[in-house]
């Protein structure tokens, strides 16, 4: 007879083996390479997290962004864009690609940099050197000038607003020919040349004369041009009044400083602009980004900011879906999660950390679904009492004070098999570098081990890990009853639904990214 041992026979289905280990050297699961690249691409922001520092994190990018296939890098760059509304990521993975597929490159081109800022940031990182070359090349170089000469007055005045590079740097470095002879006014004005005042914009001559008389009405130009002025509160009032969503989120403490919320009237318009529905879904706002107004907020804030703060948090998950069945909630909270989101980045670190974006993907999800069980966890289960009707930002904060101790994934699952539970839908937000069993082997990690011990106890159940932090490994391999997502956005609630509905094919999240029209 043949060892038992070796070939006694397994319950369930055969688990896979794990083929890597993770940042603490603890068996793991590598994603494939389109997949880690979406991962990294939907989480990565280039600054200094708990485990990695921000050269790592673009070698790895740069790496993965040169193994996939050029369309995948291009459906990726668009992705993480519009859907994940990222930042730097995207122009990263449009630099490489602009190496990559000079024509798919053309193709996405206005899709990725959609304005003034994501310019900057692509000349910024094409200049680098760190995707492979130190200067932008033919094709990158007319289609940076085609979008100065195609923006609006607005979009050049508004990108007119930062340093390294300036836009200033950028005209100088393409040298567009200008369309007009108000465009080279403007162009001409922006890189300090002498110009005729008289063909620029108007709001570009009421900026001048307002900046030498300090009288008039305020000029309607962006806010970053004005801040530098001697400005009165009624003039910072004006200021306030028509500002953008994201200006007036940004701006909260510095519109207090200047008494601005002490007028009444300016208190309610900016509160209603806090909470209109319309106005936040045209910001593409993070729901952490809400939060982290919320922590940055003085003390003296006026309550109805507070409150109207609290009431952007409910629009901004308004899609977080209602699901069926019994549903289990995992933030972890160990000491890993206690890093900023964005990473440490000199003179930018947020005071949003891991482990708040796990509360609020948690309580989120609780408000929408009040019969749902939440167990926060590191090495143990953390008793938390939270009350479904509390606001989201409020049972968020009470999860993210529990933060602290070492990772195990596990810990859930053995709280659940303990109390005889059997969930249908259980959803882990992690970074996903459990070490609590660091052994390697062909029998799966610990957690896979959990997850087929609970599948016994129900077939159908299903497994959703969100990873919130740009590592690359997960404890869950991906199969038809695992789904592993990543990003801070909405949509991850919109993959979640899918996935529970039974509505997600067979490559899951991947797939939707190759949906992408390129």
Known sequence: MANKSVFASLRGRLLPKTDTVNAVDAAAYRYTDAHALAQVAMTGTFGATFYQTPLDELARTVELANTVDPSFLAQAAVYTRKNGHMKDMPAVLLAVLAGRDPILFQRVFGRVVDNGKMLRTFVQIMRSGQTGRKSLGTAPKRMVANWLNAASDRAILQANVGNDPSLADVIKMVHPKPASKEREALFAWVIGKPCDVALLPQAVQDFLRFKETGKGRVPDVPFQMLTQLPLSTKQWATIAETASWQMTRMNLNTFLRHGVL???????????????????????????QLMTAYQAMSADMPQEIRDALHDAMETSVRNVPRLRGQVVVCPDVSGSMSGPVTGYRHGA???????????????????????????PFELRVRDVRLEPRDTIMTNAMRLSEQWGGGTDCTAPFKWLKVKGRAPDLVIMVSDNQSWAHAQYGDNGTAMMRMWEELKQRNPKAKLVCIDIAPYGTTQAKERDDVLNIGGFSDTVFDQIAAFASGEMGPDHWVGQIKAVEV
């Open 262 to 288: 002490a007028i009444p009237k300016m208190r309610r318009l900016i509160a209603d602009r806090l909470r209109n529905p319309e106005l936040i879904a045209k910001a593409r706002v993070f729901p952490y």
């Open 349 to 375: 670190t947020t005071v949003t950390r891991f482990v708040d974006v796990a509360g609020l993907v948690s309580a989120a999800i609780l408000r929408r679904n009040p019969s749902a069980t939440v167990l």
